[in-house]
């Protein structure tokens, strides 16, 4: 968990600095909003995850967003098909930056059991990915800890990074048209 | 005990300019702070992942709207039914008579709604 003691600080008397990209970024772990995007089994370990026995809400997670314009963290728990491929690239390239993806369970993952003509062999053909849980399905434990590492990530992450031309790069490469200056269409 | 004056509330004051100040200058320093980018499927209005199609603004057949007021008048009719059941034999015969006189008046309107056609589904 971040908090505020990790924070490297310069202290005086009466006054203390710290760095602007460090103080967001701590404020953005501590306060990261989930979009789940539940398909199956792997969902349920994720309510689990959001009951009062593991409480994600400690995390600061406790708001759900069931619209990809206010959510941080798409959770994709669950087979995603072929079909439902462009779908989840949608809700991906909807939600405001700064976003992360936390890709829970081996279907998501990887596919996983369903090594089939339908399913999508990993949701990292389609989006970016930060974080993998392993698991079939993982159990809340694991969630948590994968929650904790996109924490680590958001935590290094700088302001600039969503501007970079390697994020617009990155994006590319799964043909995710951006425009980093432009106005709202 | 001191006296009541309207400095007295100065403390009151500086609070809420502190809770307004907070709020407006949060909205400010986030509008700054924050990563802007655009793309066209991200400016979209829709956000349920799937492509929009049609218009929501055509004619709906005005059989629908015949059908659902007609259910509300005559649900409101029976509505009317409860007190009378409630008080049916303090009303006496006198009642008996204003409710088939109520009834009638309902009844004249279904035949004369039944002879012009509202209900026909299918014309």
Known sequence: ?185 | METASSANYLPLLMQIAVAAGFVIFTLFVTHILTPRINSVKKDDNFECGIDAQGNARFPVSIRYFMTAILFVLFDVEVIFFYPYAVNFYELKLEGLLAVIMFVGFFLTGFYYIYKKGALEWEK
């Open chain 1, 1 to 185: 968990m971040g908090k505020i003691e990790d924070l490297e600080t310069i202290n005086g008397e009466g006054y203390q600095l710290t760095n602007l990209d460090k103080a967001i970024a701590l404020a953005r772990a501590n306060s990261v909003w989930p979009l789940p995007f539940a398909t199956s089994c792997c969902g349920i370990e994720f309510m689990a995850t959001m009951g009062s026995a593991y409480d994600l809400s400690r995390f600061g997670m406790e708001r759900m967003s069931f619209t990809p314009r206010q959510a941080d963290l798409l959770i994709v728990a669950g087979t995603i098909s072929k079909k439902l491929g462009p779908v989840l690239k949608r809700v991906y390239e909807q939600m405001a930056e700064p976003k992360w993806v936390l890709s829970v369970g081996a279907c998501a993952c990887s596919g996983g059991i369903f090594d089939t003509y339908s399913v999508l062999q990993g949701i990292d053909r389609i989006i970016p990915v930060d974080v993998y849980v392993p698991g079939c399905p993982p159990r809340p434990e694991q969630i948590i800890e994968g929650v904790m590492n996109i924490h680590e990530l958001v935590k290094k992450e700088s302001n600039r990074r969503r501007y970079s031309e390697e994020y617009k790069h990155l994006l590319g490469t799964y043909q995710i048209e951006i425009d980093q200056h432009g106005e709202a269409k």
